[in-house]
C-alpha cells in the first residue's frame, strides 16, 4: 500500500478542493481573499510503527514519542496515545511543518513517520477583512468552515468528498467559489482609517461599513480587534465574532435623523417647525439636558439636527407620538434582522418602547435606551440616501438587489438629507470642497452591564453619505470607550472625512458644488 493510499483510506473520503473566495476592485476585478495553498505536514501510520515494534511494545513506542516530542511540540504522553490506537492509518502530527521540522524528521528515519503536503485555507492579505471571512478548521477528517462567510457558505465552498468504494476511487468535486461585493482596496483604506483611529484615542474596540445606497451592496465591513485566520488558534474565540452584525449598541444622536424622518413623514413636523429650547426637559422623574448643558432658544427642527439638541429630539417625538414613533423604528428595522448573508446575525432591541413610559420615548428620541447593529443602522441612514427605500444589505456579488420596503416618502428623506448637509455645512469637520456631504455624529454613553443607569464611557458614531444629492455610498465609523469620552465631532468625524475622500478620488467621482 502506498502512503498516499493510506492517507486516503484513513479518512475514507477524498477531500474535495474548497472553492475560492473572491473580493473585487472598482472594474469587478477578481482578487483572491481566501485560496487553497499546499502545506509540508507530518503525519503517523500508527499501524505501521506498532507492527515494527513488536505490535504493542510500549516501550519502543515510549522511546518513538521521546524523540518526536520535541521536534513536533507535544507532550510524550500525547504522542504516545496517538501512536498507540489500534488498527489507525494515519495520525497527523503536525499541520504546517517547518522546514527545520522536516529536516529532523527525516534524519531520524523513523519506520511509519511520514512528510507529505495537504491542502489547507490560505488567506493572502491575512487580517483584512477577517470577521467576514471567518476560517476552515481542520479538526475533523472534513474540513469546516467555523466563522464568517466560510460557515455560512461552508455547504457550497466545501463542494462534494471523493470515496472509496471496492477498491475504486471515487474522485471528489471541487467546490464553488465565491465573490464578494467588497471592494479590496475600500475595505484596506477603511481598515486602515479605522486601526489608527482606535490608536489614537485607545478605544476597546471599533467598526466600519461602507454600503451602496441604491443597491444595498456592503463595500466595506471591518472591526477591530480583528484576527489573522491564517494562524487563528493565536486568538480568544471571542475574537471571531462579527460585531457589525452580531453586536448591539446604544447609537446616541444619530438616532435623530431617524426621529425626525418619522415625524417628517407622518406630517407632525417639518424641518421648518420650532420649539424653543429652555435646555432641559423632565418626565418621569428624570430630567434630559442637552449635551452642551446649555439652553439654545427658539429652534427649528434643522437646527436640531445641525447643533443635536436633545431637547429638539424630545420635541419632535412628542409631536409624533409613541405609536407612530414606534412604528417608524419598526418600519426602519430596529426590531429586525436585515438578513444578510453572514451568520449569527442578531436583532437590535427597541423593546422597553413596547410599553413604554415617557422617559423611554423621550431617550430613544436621541438613541440612548434603544440598541441597534451597525449593519441596522447604516441600512436604515441607506434608506434616507436612497430616497426612502429600505434595501437588503448584499455580501456577494450574484445577489440581485432587494427592496424590502418603501419606509418614507421620497419628499422626506430629501428633506432629512438637507437637514444633514446643513449641519455638515455648519459644522465644517465633516465638509469637503466642492461635495455636498450628508451626516450626523453621535456620542451615547455606555450603559452599566447587567445594572440601571450609564457609565462615563462613550460610543462616538458617524453615519453620513456622499454626494448628497445623489449619494454613492455610505459610510459608518462606530469608536467604542475612546479614552477621555471625546465628542465624535473630534474623533470619528475626521476619520469619515479621509474614508470619504478617499472614495470620492477612488470612484473619480464628479464635484456637484463649485
Do not use: C
Request: proline share 5%; glycine share 8%; aromatic share 8%.
Amino acid at each position: 500500500m502506498t502512503r498516499a493510499e493510506t492517507q486516503e483510506q484513513a479518512s475514507g473520503v477524498l477531500e474535495a478542493p474548497r472553492g475560492n473566495i473572491y473580493f473585487v476592485d472598482r472594474n469587478n476585478n477578481l482578487i483572491p481573499a481566501a485560496l487553497n495553498k499546499e502545506y509540508p505536514m507530518i503525519y503517523a501510520v500508527p499501524k505501521e510503527i506498532q507492527k515494527n515494534n513488536n505490535d504493542y511494545d510500549n516501550d519502543n513506542i515510549r522511546n518513538y514519542a521521546e524523540k518526536l516530542a520535541p521536534i513536533l511540540n507535544l507532550s510524550v504522553e500525547e504522542l504516545e496515545k496517538k501512536l498507540t490506537k489500534k488498527n489507525d492509518l494515519y495520525e497527523l502530527l503536525v499541520e504546517k511543518a517547518s522546514s527545520e521540522q522536516i529536516k529532523q524528521i527525516e534524519n531520524l528515519n523513523l519506520k511509519g513517520i511520514y512528510v507529505s503536503s495537504h491542502l489547507l485555507r490560505f488567506y493572502p492579505f491575512g487580517d483584512l477583512a477577517s470577521h467576514l471571512l471567518g476560517f476552515v478548521s481542520p479538526t475533523s477528517e472534513i474540513k469546516k468552515g467555523v466563522y464568517g462567510l466560510e460557515l455560512r457558505f461552508n455547504e457550497t465552498l466545501s463542494g462534494k468528498p471523493g470515496e472509496i468504494k471496492e477498491g475504486k476511487i471515487i474522485e471528489s468535486e471541487a467546490g464553488n467559489d465565491l465573490t464578494l461585493t467588497i471592494d479590496r482596496n475600500i475595505q484596506a483604506q477603511a481598515e486602515e482609517i479605522l486601526k489608527k483611529l482606535i490608536e489614537e484615542y485607545r478605544a476597546t474596540s471599533g467598526s466600519v461599513i461602507v454600503q451602496e445606497p441604491q443597491t444595498g451592496k456592503i463595500l466595506a465591513m471591518g472591526s477591530f480587534p480583528n484576527f489573522d485566520p491564517n494562524n487563528y488558534s493565536k486568538f480568544e474565540i471571542s475574537t471571531f465574532l462579527n460585531p457589525a452584525v452580531q453586536a448591539i449598541y446604544e447609537p446616541g444622536s444619530v438616532f435623530k435623523l431617524i426621529t425626525m424622518s418619522a415625524g417628517i413623514d407622518s406630517g407632525k413636523i417639518t424641518p421648518e417647525t420650532s420649539y424653543t429650547d429652555t435646555g432641559s426637559v423632565t418626565f418621569n422623574g428624570k430630567t434630559i439636558k442637552n449635551w452642551d448643558l446649555k439652553a439654545h432658544g427658539l429652534q427649528t427642527m434643522t437646527g436640531v439636527i445641525e447643533q443635536s439638541i436633545n431637547t429638539g429630539a424630545v420635541f419632535a417625538q412628542r409631536k409624533t407620538g409613541p405609536d407612530i414613533f414606534y412604528n417608524y423604528l419598526v418600519k426602519f428595522g430596529f426590531n429586525g434582522l436585515s438578513n444578510i448573508a453572514l451568520p449569527g446575525e442578531v436583532k437590535g432591541n427597541i423593546n422597553n418602547l413596547k410599553k413604554g413610559k415617557d422617559i423611554d420615548f423621550a431617550t430613544a428620541s436621541f438613541g440612548q435606551g434603544v440598541a441597534v447593529t451597525p449593519i441596522g443602522l447604516i441600512s436604515a441612514v441607506s434608506a434616507i440616501a436612497n430616497g426612502g427605500v429600505l434595501m437588503k444589505p448584499l455580501i456577494l456579488s450574484d445577489e440581485k438587489p432587494q427592496i424590502i420596503k418603501r419606509v418614507i416618502s421620497s419628499e422626506t428623506a430629501n428633506s432629512v438629507t438637507k437637514m444633514m448637509t446643513s449641519a455638515v455645512e455648519k459644522n465644517i469637520i465633516a465638509a469637503i470642497s466642492n461635495y455636498s456631504i450628508a451626516g450626523k455624529t453621535g456620542t451615547a454613553f455606555v450603559p452599566i452591564f447587567g445594572g440601571k443607569g450609564y457609565t462615563d464611557e462613550v460610543i462616538n458614531t458617524y453615519v453620513g453619505f456622499a454626494p448628497a444629492p445623489n449619494p454613492k455610498f455610505v459610510v459608518l465609523i462606530k469608536l467604542d470607550k475612546p479614552a477621555g469620552a471625546p465628542l465624535a465631532g473630534r474623533s470619528v468625524v475626521p476619520a469619515f472625512r479621509e474614508l470619504t475622500q478617499f472614495i470620492l478620488n477612488y470612484y473619480n467621482i464628479a464635484p456637484d458644488k463649485i
